[in-house]
C-alpha cells in the first residue's frame, strides 16, 4: 500500500464512519436544537479536541509497541482483528432503530461546552478501541508509524469538522433523517460490513 491508496481508503472509511449516528452526532444535534449553533460548535470543537488526544496516544503507544517484537504487533493485530469483526457482526445482526443518546457527560448544564464535548469523548473508551484497531491498517509500510498514524487521525477529525458543520447548518432535516428506523439500520449495517472487512484485512498484515 502506497501513500496514495492509504488516504483514498482511509478517506472513504472514515467518511461512512464519520456519519454514522453515535453519541458524538447525537450530542451535536441535541446542542444545535436546544442551544445554538455556537453553543453547539464549542461542543464540535471540544469532541474534536478529544480525537486528536486520543490520536496522539494511540500513535505513540502503537509506535512503541509495533517496534517492541513482533509478539507485541501478533497480540494487537489480532486483538484489533477480532475486535473489528465482532462489532461488524454486532452491528449487522443487531442494528439500531433510534439515535443513541450522549452520555451523563452531556447531560445538564455546564458553562463551558468546548469541555463538554471534549469529556464526552475522552471517557468514551470505544473511540481508543477503535483508532487501536483501524488506524494501523492504512500506515504504509515505508512510513513512520506515529506520525503517519496521528496524521489519519487528524484526517478523521477533519471529515468530523465537515460532518458537524453539515449538522449544525440544517439541524432540523437531517435530526428527521437520522431517527428514521430504516435509515440507522441500512447505515449500521453498511458500517458493520466494513468492520468486518477491515478486521479481515487486519487479520492478513504483516508486521
Known amino acids: 500500500m502506497n501513500v496514495a491508496s492509504s ?19 447525537a450530542m451535536i444535534l441535541r446542542t444545535s436544537m436546544t442551544q445554538s449553533a455556537k453553543t453547539a460548535t464549542k461542543a464540535g ?26 509478539l507485541a504487533f501478533g497480540a494487537l493485530k489480532w486483538a484489533g ?15 439500531r432503530l433510534y439515535l443513541g443518546h450522549t452520555t451523563a457527560v452531556a447531560a445538564g448544564p455546564q458553562r463551558n461546552w468546548i469541555i463538554k464535548g471534549l ?16 488506524l494501523p ?4 509500510p515505508t512510513m513512520p508509524a506515529v506520525s503517519y498514524t496521528f496524521f489519519l487521525a487528524v484526517v478523521h ?34 458500517t458493520g460490513c466494513v468492520f468486518i472487512a477491515f478486521g479481515a484485512r487486519l487479520a492478513l498484515a504483516q508486521r
Open 7 to 25: 488516504l483514498i481508503s482511509f478517506t472513504l472509511a472514515a467518511t461512512l464512519l464519520t456519519i454514522t449516528p453515535g453519541l458524538d452526532t
Open 119 to 134: 469529556l464526552q469523548n475522552l471517557l468514551n473508551p470505544k473511540i481508543g478501541v477503535f483508532y487501536v484497531s483501524f
Open 157 to 190: 477529525a477533519s471529515l468530523t469538522i465537515i460532518w458537524f458543520a453539515i449538522l449544525i447548518t440544517a439541524t432540523r432535516p437531517i435530526a428527521r433523517l437520522l431517527q428514521r428506523p430504516g435509515f440507522i439500520k441500512t447505515i449500521d449495517r453498511l
Open 137 to 140: 491498517q492504512f500506515v504504509p
Open 45 to 70: 470543537l471540544g469532541i474534536i479536541a478529544g480525537c486528536l488526544v486520543w490520536g496522539a496516544a494511540v500513535a505513540v503507544g502503537l509506535g512503541l509497541l509495533i517496534t517492541a517484537s513482533p
Open 81 to 95: 482483528a477480532i475486535y473489528l469483526v465482532w462489532f461488524g457482526v454486532q452491528l449487522f445482526r443487531q442494528p
